[in-house]
């Protein structure tokens, strides 16, 4: 979709004369590199510029929308979707999960984002499977402005014309505009949605963290849902009774086998194989896992907040540039003594800003630094997690950005499953 709006976008935004430009080919074609180069800043800016006028540039509109028929640019609403989007989000009023809302949604039968498309527009999908509603589609589309009417652009891009792996850009390079379409959601229940969510993500389940380790780190390979978790209580074959906790996806539990395959895992196998894993990757020893993975948090908050601090202080060079300026300029009689205080003015409310950032940014740091007794408790919490002991939520959300569980297939008469563990240091290690 990039290269082909990129071509439209390049055309309008040079403005060189077409001669002139043609006169430019055979050069530009020999700095090949150049070229792209400058052709992708050119896109960029033309995209950046159409964001910024909040028509709308992306691909299909947002389920709930339609591309507006008199003006494609622009988004207005579909009846029934948009029916949809607000019964979403009245059921996470109503304190639902994601996957709970996804299940909801399945169990009765509405067709989910893309399925809904192709029946809207009477194409055929080029994919077989119908598609369902997952937690994370009901999880995007309850974090997306477009349901109060407002243009968040631009979130993603590529890293650069030689690189076009996507990547989430940072929040300041958004381009956000309010009230460019109609929205389906009033604000109120948004913000009411907004607190729950940031309810959800911290606190509430603190005590169940505690003493079930795996909550929130478990996905499924299939559908991407979180898992859930259980007391399995049955007899083995040789009679005895045996009680453990088991982890199934969410949305199967939810929906039912049509939907997804339940995967099941007891927490004596995960826990089995992460020890079995960390030790086979760490014949030198625990220490210097833990400092790299604790170092690495560290740093990049550091690091961050050294970053933007050396912004500030690149600006307030050139503030001190521009007075200098000004001064000269009251010198040599460019401006009175009445514009000369204006300006100054305005430059000293500048630096008292720029220098109250400042003055933060280095507070940041300075509590960074303070923070360091709290790591070596938990260095000494993984560590007893490393060594067998009693591993917590809070250690293993430490090490562990995710676990993908994949459905048991037959491999040779054994029944095999694959775990793929993402750890929270460079470099994915899998099984
Ligand atoms: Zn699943």
């Known amino acids: 979709m990039f290269p ?75 009846g029934y979707a948009s029916v949809i989007v607000l019964k979403i989000f009245n059921l996470r009023l109503q304190n639902l999960s994601y996957c709970k809302i996804a299940a909801e949604l399945n169990n009765n039968g509405i067709l989910a984002p893309r399925d809904y498309y192709y029946q809207r527009t009477n194409k055929h999908s080029t994919l077989n499977e119908h598609n369902v509603w997952v937690a994370a589609t009901i999880r995007a589309i309850l974090h997306n402005e477009a349901y109060i009417g407002h243009s968040v652009r631009l979130k993603s891009g590529t890293i650069s014309h030689k690189n076009h792996r996507k990547v989430i850009k940072p929040k300041d390079q ?54 859930v978790h259980a007391t399995v209580n049955r007899r083995t074959k040789t009679g005895q009774d045996v009680s453990y906790r088991s982890y199934t996806c969410c949305l199967y539990v939810h929906t039912g086998r049509s939907k997804c395959s339940p995967h099941p895992i007891s927490e004596m196998t995960l826990m089995k194989i992460i020890r079995e894993d960390i030790r086979k990757h760490m ?51 460019v401006i009175n003594n009445e514009e000369f205080q204006k300006n100054v003015a305005g430059i000293e409310k ?71 563990i993402y750890y929270r240091f460079d470099g994915n290690v899998s099984d």
Not at 7 to 36: E, H, K, Q, T, W
Not at 189 to 209: P, Q
């Open 4 to 78: 082909a709006l990129g071509v439209r976008f390049v055309a309008l935004a040079d403005g060189i004369d077409s001669d002139g430009d043609m006169d430019f080919l055979p050069f530009r074609s020999l700095l090949n590199d150049y070229y792209l180069k400058d052709l992708s800043k050119k896109i960029r800016s033309a995209v950046r510029t159409n964001a910024a006028n909040g028509s709308y540039i992306g691909g299909q509109a947002p389920y709930g929308f339609i591309k507006n028929p008199d003006n494609p640019k622009y988004l207005a609403i579909d």
């Open 174 to 227: 958004w381009v956000r505009r309010e009230n460019t379409h109609p929205a389906i959601i009033s604000q109120e229940l948004w913000d009411a949605v907004r607190s729950i969510n940031s309810e959800k993500d911290h606190g509430v389940d603190k005590t169940k963290r505690k003493v079930v380790p795996f909550l929130g780190l478990l996905r499924c390979s299939d559908c991407g849902s979180k898992f």
């Open 283 to 333: 014949p030198a020893g625990e220490d210097s896992l833990i400092n790299g993975t604790l170092n690495k948090l560290h740093d990049e908050e550091e690091m961050n907040a050294k970053r933007k601090i050396d912004g500030i202080d690149a600006r307030l060079a050139g503030l001190e540039s521009s007075y200098f300026k000004l001064y000269d300029d009251k010198l040599n009689g």
């Open 350 to 420: 500048k630096r008292e800003q720029k220098k109250e950032e400042r003055d933060k940014l280095i507070k940041k740091i300075d509590g960074a630094k303070l923070r360091s007794a709290q790591r070596k408790n938990w260095h000494n919490e993984i560590k007893s997690f490393l060594m067998l002991e009693h591993p917590t939520n809070e250690t293993l959300s430490a090490l562990i950005d995710k676990i993908v569980i994949g459905a048991a297939e037959r491999a040779l008469g054994d029944k095999r499953k694959s775990v793929h």
